[in-house]
């Protein structure tokens, strides 16, 4: 795997530091449609640029309803996704009876046999079996779209999955195996670039700024021993905080006074606020190795087991990235979603920045 060769010298890769001290926040009132957002959707969504415009709207109101009903609804939720044909939330329930209230909502409804709480509690049990589990399991997590739980093992090893699932104990009806042809890896190098730098020579993406810093992926840090930071002009960037890898990924870095966090990405795109978006929603993402690329919402509470340890929590999408993108934000619109963790040439996951904010006790930097 690619984290073998490029942490072998305990290299690690960071964020682009340009974020922090280059960019200038859009003017009071403007919205996020910076030069690069439309282009990228219509490139990797294949979109013309008035269906990115209307996606963005729909996208937007569509998971507004999500989170009202969804709170209305409780245990009878059973998750939700964006349909991107209609423009709709599409809201799954256990209950019958609360299909005209999901409609009368504006959205979609569904009844499904399982709530979102049942299959979030076979992933917990599963997380929990994390250390018996086979290394040809890559990891397993909700899919809001199928209403299942899905195991993704590697090539050919089924019968693996299935040995492991019938250990666990779980309800083999709520479970989807899939295949995949590699496992994961963490997004990682030591190449050159607009970013920042641990140690001199190992580099990672900047997430999000907060209000003393910035947010970026916990392996960054925890995989180079939290070295010295650096940034790409070679001044001191500041000093870790908070971080967890494995089992999280998430790391606050506290940037000293020669540093200006802004409320942007790295090519303009303002951050008004975080939401956990819909499976389905389009997203994209900022990283120092594959710069700004976009693709939609995946599986959500994904476990996903890099040989150097299981992530629990994360969120799959189909959004491009290689080595170097770590820690770098994902965003749906204007509002913050998660860091860049790592993947494989299929699937790119991100942990969720809610729970990175949290965990750290930082702030986002909004606008």
């Not at 690690?12 to 957002?37: E, Y």
């Not at 199928?146 to 009806?173: C, E, I, M, P």
Request: proline share 2%; aromatic share 6%.
């Amino acid at each position: 795997m690619k984290i073998a060769r490029l942490f072998g010298a305990a290299a690690a890769a960071v964020m682009t530091t340009s974020a922090l001290v280059t960019l200038a926040v859009p003017a009071s009132g403007q919205d996020l449609l910076n030069p690069d957002i439309v282009p990228a959707m219509q490139r990797d969504l294949g979109l013309t640029h008035d269906q990115v415009l209307t996606r963005l709207k729909s996208e937007d109101v569509a998971n507004k309803v999500t989170e009202s009903v969804s709170a209305t609804l409780g245990d009878a939720f059973g998750g939700a996704t964006y349909n991107a044909a209609t423009g709709k939330a599409h809201i799954q329930t256990t209950k019958a009876a609360e299909v005209a209230k999901i409609q009368a909502s504006g959205a979609e409804a569904e009844v499904v046999k399982f709530s979102a709480r049942q299959l979030d509690s076979t992933v917990d049990t599963l997380n929990a079996r994390d250390n018996a589990a086979p290394y040809a399991i890559t990891g397993w997590g909700v899919d809001s779209a199928t209403n299942r739980v899905t195991v993704t093992v590697l090539q050919g090893q089924r019968g693996t999955a299935d040995a492991f699932l019938a250990q666990s104990g779980v309800d083999k009806s709520s479970i989807t195996i899939l295949e995949a042809a590699s496992k994961p890896t963490l997004h990682a190098n030591i190449r050159g670039g607009d970013a920042y730098y641990i140690g001199g020579s190992s580099r990672c993406s900047v997430g999000f700024s907060t209000t003393t810093g910035f947010l970026t992926a916990g392996h960054c840090a925890a995989l180079t021993g939290g070295g010295r930071l650096t940034g790409s002009n070679g001044a001191a960037l500041g000093s870790w905080g908070a971080y967890r890898f494995p089992g999280s990924d998430y790391a606050r870095v506290n940037t000293s006074s020669g540093w200006t966090p802004l409320a942007s990405m790295n090519n303009g795109t303002a951050v008004r606020g975080s939401s956990n978006a819909a499976t389905g929603t389009s997203v994209c993402k900022a990283g120092s190795t594959t710069g700004w690329t976009c693709g939609t919402i995946g599986a959500k509470n994904q476990s996903v087991r890099y040989a150097e340890g299981t992530v629990n929590g994360m969120t799959a999408t189909n959004v491009r990235s290689a080595a170097g993108d770590s820690g770098g934000g994902f965003i749906a619109g204007n509002s913050a979603q998660g860091i860049l963790s790592g993947g494989n040439t299929a699937t790119t996951y991100f942990f969720p920045i809610g729970a990175a904010l949290s965990a750290t006790g930082a702030t986002l930097k909004t606008s």
